[in-house]
């Protein structure tokens, strides 16, 4: 961690933004300043509980709601694995509640590969750099900016805005989003809609317009465990059931594996208005034809179009010398919503025969429609700032804890707006080394949020 990092740094740093001390003059000044702020806090999310943990991100975020006047409850199923939870009183308070979730854990990222400290918050570029910078600590900067500001004019959003700003996502929210879902249904259960992480990001059409796509959908997730068996034996000595090249055949069967294309009415929707825009056709056989023209959003569109295998771990062997009796994969493995039976087929087809497996990891896909008070209000607040802009629904073909608050009957959307420009690669700074947010974006976006929470 670079100096002035610190934990203790971090929270000195908290009253001195809940005071004023460095109070900027908008919602769009304090969010790049609480951005930084959040980005120089470590919240490296290991899968365990080794790492530094959210609770000095969490005790940010709540003294900045508890500022504003919000009652606040910290939640901490484990030491330093911590959620804030809040309600924020809006204008119509007979309509149900929305409900914006954020996680402020991130991914772990070796400094010594990054061309800036991954939790320095540098400033350079026109960016702000940092692990967390689009995932997702940009967004918990915007929602936090736009109460302070608020609460200083006596401004609500239109109806009750449920927050939760939860730990663990990096690692399937098990003591985060799932965590609530299993043990504070209380806190959601009225909660009708949702906005939170993958969505409301731009990317330019060759005619100019910009399209901002809005998550309503996402790939389901299966985790297999793959071992092959066979004799042990001196490396020196010729052997057919040789494990590690068993696997290794069954890993680069499933690794070169092409899934056919299956499109979902969200992505029929997104590739029918990609065409209609630049005036070509939109032919379902080659749906990928269209793709050219989103820039670098087209990796993004371009894996929900079919499912999708990854091998990702091999384990095998202690000892050159030594066959191993048994190799271990782990293949990760995402489906499209309605798929999951037959991608769980196929995934054992490609496995074949005398190979043992199992199925370690399983989570939903989910799709909602593009339509209702929600979608109305972000097409609106979108337009508002951005006249001519188009909104879209997608896929996503990650997850996140959106699919742990659909349980509860939550239609849930990715909208943590950025307007991005143009040929910025928003994908890759997902998990990437380097990763960064434009300033500008963050500032483009906290006016579309404004505009959205005074029409949800």
Known sequence: MPDGATPAAAAAGIAAVAAGERAPRSAADAAVAICADLLRIDTSNYGTDDGPGERTAAEYCA????DAGLPVEIIEPRPRRTTVMARWPGLDRTRPP???HAHTDVVPAEPAIWSRHPFGAELADGCLW????VDMKYFVAQVLAVIRAW????QRPARDVVLAFVADEENGGQLGARWLVEHRRDLLDDCTEAIGEVGGYSARLPTGQRLYFIETAQKGVLWFEVTARGPAGHASMINDG???VTLAEVVARIGRHEFPYRLTPTTRALLQTVADCVGEPFDPVDPEALLRHLGPA?????????DVASPTELAAGGKTNVIPPHATARFDCRFLPGSEEACAARMRELIGPGVD???VYRAIAVETEFSGPVSDAITQAVIATDPGAITVPYLLPAGSDAKHFSQLGINCFGFAPLQLPDGFDFPAAFHGVDE??????????VAILERFLQLC
């Open 63 to 66: 003294t900045v709601l508890a």
């Open 98 to 100: 929305l409900l914006i």
């Open 130 to 133: 940092g692990r967390g910078a």
């Open 151 to 154: 609460s200083g004019s006596g």
């Open 242 to 244: 040789n494990s590690v």
């Open 298 to 306: 087209a990796r993004m569109i371009a894996s929900s179009l079919r």
């Open 357 to 359: 497996h199992q199925i």
């Open 436 to 445: 960064r947010v434009p300033v500008d974006a963050i500032r483009a976006g």
